[in-house]
């Protein structure tokens, strides 16, 4: 805007599309580091506090890391309704399970994550994000790859929450986002546990790899269902999935869902409760035709090559 | 990102905070003119097709303008539920217009926007916008102060939508944000009437003016409503407000709302069905808290000062 | 810097560097299309004026060009002291052409360009630019690819200026980089005539081209000087090279050059006297040591392939 | 440039004029703080090298820092002829002192810097800029103001350099462009010493302060010259100022420089010798011309107001 007042010197840069950038002006570069698995910023922002960036892409933000945490978490521990052992894969930044832990139901939250210096950082830099849940004696933490996690698991989950980093070809992730990797999962869970995903932007015209991961959910689970939260600094709206064998409530009474979680939980909501879980749930129109013409479904053979958070691979495939 | 193929040699810039700036990757600049108002951009974005710019704010994109104008319009006609008459405040792009007259039952729809060379450059420019919808014997064009049109009004309307600009210092719109603007909307709205207002960004931080808005319009109508889209153009959440004289029916019936849809309309919805509507009244728990602390009105003598899409002026003051 | 204030909302980018943006600010766009031969902007920008950039690469601005074509043309009419007969390959603006007449020894100026579109759309936005040289009854405008009209000339040039824009893999003038054009430009030089070659920039670590296009240069003239000019909106110090089969004055008295400019041209220059081309052909240490070091030579076998103004397809080559 | 292959995830800005920006793709931030006198950036740049940026502005880099000290630094040497004494006025990075250091004759350099913090930092992390000249004895550093150095100081200098940053109104320096603080260093000079000044960009457009400061220089000194050097990094043409009681040699013999320099100094240098030496004497016609109709004189009382590095104060005011 012409007579703006520019605040930052330095600036990150996600690419949101090929076409589409979002400059993040910064007050600080906290730490910075090429990990064996990945490119690591840990930095503030000047509008949403401090942030962790891995491979150039924005993984969270402090400010408003919350309406993409809890909505990651919950819808699939209300579906359940009184989940005692959760498997988190990936997340890092500690919220993840810091969100599960909220649970007094939860008696172990297991948490998988690839890279121990990510885990560290976080650890150091974002007390904000993590709110000790590393601290917390219910919380296992595994430095090991999912996939060798979940090949030789024999336990039992009532909730499994994929919160990996996006499934760019370079990146650690890009298997954890196919049909073979859900059967996985699946087989890890309870049969009436409820499986969690987080699942890549919405923006019409950018939801290519969420919808194509609705369908290869859809091939594994009986019960599918696609909602997505505003989190600003993606730049984007945020997709997410649930899969369980159980049929899913789409349209559970708030009053009802309120009362479960002063029940359950510890509170210290700040976007969820009853009347929000019912927004999320109801997928919209556009999205839903989306799922219902698209075919592909994501495995070993043919996984996701997510460029950036548009699908520039796909796309120009 | 670090590899990344960049496809733009020309881009527009937009501040969604004072830290943070969006680049729309462009393909061609349509038209570009200073009227008598604003400055004016149309542009052809490489995502999102042909868009508006008015004092450096994105007004909409062909891509995803869909995910702006169904939330701003249909809302309000569903709650009314037969309209037969909608006084439009802005929306030069003409699709604010064109989603009024998608219902059978509407009779007139008068649009009143300031900026004569902004209707027809969008006209003009924005045939897939428009939809024709100024060639509609129901449309009536006003060319004028949206202020003035309704000091003089006569008429009482069913529904009442402002899609005005943003409030910005400099622009021509930030008297339009008053609980003075919103009784003389009042004044003009039958008593069953019901007004919608495209009403600023919901992002964390960045929602004061959204906030305020609200507190604004309760002052004025005993029954109002916070509701959000996302629209990734936007770079951030977007809110509009509904405001009625009569209580407003926060959880519709979707198999309902299909149903006077499917009599009422003539179709062609891509975002808006009776189960979306569902999800977009459920106001996250955050902002119900936010609006229930916050305690300005924005009046004549203290308006809203806008600055950018980020409420610089405000923050800073 | 935190507390500048903005003044563009539209912006040209162009990499100087892999790692180094320059954003033009602009305040309209004149014409933008792709020709058959590349893609055109004429736009205005903030700080330089009217400026023509093609792919991607900014050619010249209203503000600063005479800082780039006094310098490519005059040297080489100075070394030859009285031409009559100057052919100009590229040079779409016409400015180029501008400085040649403005010797009065000079009988015809041929200038060669490929691109039809690129002159009118110049002749028609920029006459600050050409001031009229395309109306001087001594030019002669070929639109022809500028390999093919040395390859048929049968006419001896007095001075032959290469003003065509950078190698890069996409455009159309790679080729016109090499040894064995070079030597057709040879052929078609007087044997006291003198060829001035737009020769890439000069910045450390960005002066690959240049350096090897004088060495390829000194592989068909015997007397070869590298020289340089500081152009603002190219973001970098800009080479010229200067080759010809008669010694090269390398310390010309200023008084005697200020003599003959007063004498044979019709004045109005901006930058260029005998004290400035005294100073402009001091090719400084650092140059003059990476061109004694290099070995490469530029041939249809192996031409340059410039990636953007820097070096990047050679450097990671 | 449609298809170019972007390497860098962090940027750091740079106005350049109120409408260009430089973007500088980093690779790290090495430190960052607010010292009590200036915000400090100590950058690695994925081009360039490491750098130092103060308040927004860079302040040289590594890999092109050799085109800004030694055009700096020894034009005066030279002039001098067996420089003894110098004192260095800001260059934090130790580069200027290194220059200063590399003549035999020279028993003392004493080198003022404001801020310990800046020079604390780039002795930490450029070694490749200060090449210890930190450890050498002749060295002495002194942390203080300055004008408050000069107007005690009772030792007469063979060579002043002002190597201070640019004027901004928040920065610590602007006062240091005054007449007045010319008048204080005329003082500290021996009669046949000699003054050289950091003096600002030289694009056209952008060289209203370093013309006036030549204005300046030119009320308090007989003998002024104007000349400049390239420095990619930073993004335009930039200038320098000598100044001296007694003559200056425009049109050196390089031959005799050549020897001076090999006799006097410890050699090393990258750019200059005798034939640089006499092309950057040349200050170009469109210079001299300004400089001649320029008449501002910077005063205490009428300081420079230089805002970024483009004017901008100035030009609006």
């Known amino acids: 805007m012409p007579g703006s007042e520019v605040r930052a010197d330095c600036w990150m840069s996600e690419y949101m599309t090929p076409w589409d950038v979002y400059l993040h002006g910064l007050t600080a570069v906290l730490e910075h580091k090429k990990t064996p698995f990945q490119e690591m910023y840990l930095v503030e922002t000047g509008a949403y506090g401090k942030a962790l960036v891995l491979d150039g892409k924005w993984q969270s933000s402090v400010v408003d890391e919350f309406l993409f945490h809890e909505p990651l978490v919950h819808p699939a521990m209300i579906q359940h309704g009184a989940p005692r052992r959760v498997l988190v894969l990936g997340g890092g930044e500690g919220a993840t399970a810091r969100e599960a832990l909220r649970w007094r139901t939860v008696e172990k939250v297991a948490m998988v994550d690839i890279d121990r210096e990510v885990v560290e950082a976080c650890r150091r830099h974002l007390p904000e994000m993590h709110q000790n849940a590393f601290d917390d004696p219910r919380l296992e933490l595994v430095i090991d790859d999912a996939l060798d996690v979940l090949g030789r698991n024999d336990e039992k989950w009532d909730v499994i929450i994929s919160d990996l980093s996006d499934p ?67 730049g984007a709206p945020w997709g997410f999935i649930l899969a369980s064998a159980r049929p899913l409530e789409t ?51 043919q996984p996701p090559r997510f460029f950036g958070k548009g699908s520039l691979g796909e796309k120009s495939g």
Chains 1, 2, 3, 4 share one sequence.
């Open 168 to 234: 760019i070809e370079e990146g650690p992730s890009f298997r954890l986002f196919t049909k073979e990797f859900f059967e996985e999962a699946q087989r890890a869970l309870h049969e009436d546990g409820c499986f969690a995903v987080q699942a890549g932007p919405v923006a019409p015209g950018e939801f290519q790899l969420h919808v194509r991961l609705v369908r290869t959910l859809m091939a594994v689970y009986p019960h599918v269902l696609s909602y997505s939260s505003h989190v600003p600094t993606y």
């Open 251 to 301: 349209r559970p009474d708030p009053e009802t869902v309120d009362r479960l979680l002063a029940e359950k939980t510890a509170g210290g909501f700040r976007m969820l409760d009853g009347r929000t879980l019912l927004g999320l749930l109801q997928t919209p129109l556009h999205l839903r035709q989306a799922i219902e013409k698209e075919t592909t479904v994501y495995t070993l053979a």
